[in-house]
C-alpha cells in the first residue's frame, strides 16, 4: 500500500496545491485503497495487488481536464522546466542535518566562549597571583580564538550547502516525513532546552545576591553563557527542520510534505511573522538583558511574548 | 486481443456510472467494481476516469455527492456517496435513446 500511496504521491506533487486537487488525491487514494485490499483478499501477492491498481490508475492529464487544471497543469510543467528544481536525496538530507547540527553546535558554544572570555580578566581583579595579567589576556584572547576558529570552521563546512538557499530544491514525501518525524521528537527537548536557558539567564544574579561577593560576577556570565548555548543550539536544530520542510513549492501538493494537521495561517505575512516570532522575542530578550543587566526582571518577556503568542494565533489561524 | 477504444466509450462512461447509480447511491470503488462484472470484465474504468466523470457530472448537477461517515456495509470507512438527480435520470433517459439511434446508424455499415 506504501508504494501506491508514493505513487499517487509522485503524480499529484507538482499539481497545484488547491482545495479540489487535494479531495481528488485523497478520492483517488481511497478507491485504489479498497481496490488493492479486495485483489490482497482474493488472494493476489503483493506486487501482483499493486501492479494492477496502479496499471488500472490512468493517466492524470484526463483529469486536469475535469478538474479545469489544465493551465495550471501547463503552468506547472513550464515552470519545472525553465528552474530545474536539484532533487534531494534521502541520503543527502541526511547528511545535511548531521552538518548542520554539527554547526550548530559550533556556533553556540563559540558565542559561549565569547561570553566566557570576560571571566578571565574579572577573576583576576579579584584574585591575585603571579602573572594574573598575563594569564587573564591569555584567557580572554583563547578562548575568542577558538571561537572564531569554531565560527570559520561551521562556516566552511556549510558552503558546501549553500545551493540548498540558493537553488529550488525538492525532497520527496518519505523524507519529508522522516523529517517531520525528527522535528516532533526534537520539539520536547527543545522546549525542555529553552525553559531551561530562560531559567539559568532569569536566576543568574542570586549566586551574587546570596554571597555578596563580588567575585560572582562570574557566575553572572557563566550561568547566562550557558542559557545563551542553548538558545543557540536549540533554535538552530529547529531551524533545519523547518528549512528541509519549506523546500519544496508551496504552490504545489508537494509543497505540504510532512506539513499535515499544521496550522495554517491567514496570509504569507502571518506565515511570516509566526515563524520567526520565537526566534525574535529570544534575541529581543538577550538584548534587552545584556544592555540593562536586570536579568532578575528581564525574563518577565516570556510570559508576555507567550500570552501575546496566543492571542495571535486566535487572530491569524485561518478558519477552514 | 481486441480491445476497446477509448474514444468510442468516452461518451458512454457517464451513462454507465448514472445506470448504477439509478438503483442506489454508491461509491467510487463499488461503481468501477460493478462497471467491470457487468462487462464481464471486457471494460475497466480507470480510477481517473472515474473520478473525472464524477466532477464532471456533479457539476453538471447529474450527481450528489454526500459524506457517509460508514459505508452501507457497516464498515467504519469515512466515504465519498454519489447519488442521481432528477437531472441525471433524464440525461441518462436521452443518452440511452441518443446509442439506439448511434447504434442502428452504425450497425447498418457493419459487415453489410
Partial sequence: METIRNYLEAMFANLPNTTEVKKAKAELLNMMEDKYNELINDGLSENSAVGTVISEFGNLDELAEDLGLTKEVEETRVREASINRRFLRNDEVLDYLNVRKASGLMVGVGVMLCILSVCFPILTAFVDFKNAALFSLMGMFLSIGIAIALFVFSGVRNSEWHFLTSVPCQIDMATAAQVREKRKTFKIAYAFMIALGVMLCSICWLPIAVMRSGIFVISIFTMVAAGVFLFIFSSHIMGIYDTLLKLNDSNTISGSYGKENEVEYVSKAATAVMEVYWTTITCVYLIISFITFRWDISWIIWPIAAVLHKILEVALVKED | ?112
Avoid: H
Fill in chain 2, 1 to 112: 486481443m481486441v480491445e476497446i477504444s477509448s474514444d468510442v466509450i468516452r461518451g458512454y462512461n457517464d451513462t454507465m456510472i448514472l445506470s448504477i447509480l439509478l438503483k442506489e447511491p454508491s461509491y467510487g470503488y463499488e461503481i468501477s467494481k460493478q462497471i467491470k462484472t457487468i462487462t464481464e470484465e471486457k471494460y475497466i474504468m480507470k480510477e481517473t476516469t472515474l473520478y473525472s466523470a464524477f466532477t464532471r457530472m456533479e457539476k453538471n448537477g447529474f450527481i450528489e455527492s454526500f459524506v457517509a461517515e460508514k459505508d452501507m456495509e457497516g464498515n467504519g470507512k469515512k466515504r465519498t456517496y454519489y447519488r442521481i438527480t432528477e437531472e441525471g435520470r433524464n440525461y441518462y433517459e436521452s443518452k440511452c435513446e441518443e446509442w439506439e439511434l448511434t447504434k442502428d446508424v452504425v450497425e447498418k455499415f457493419i459487415r453489410s
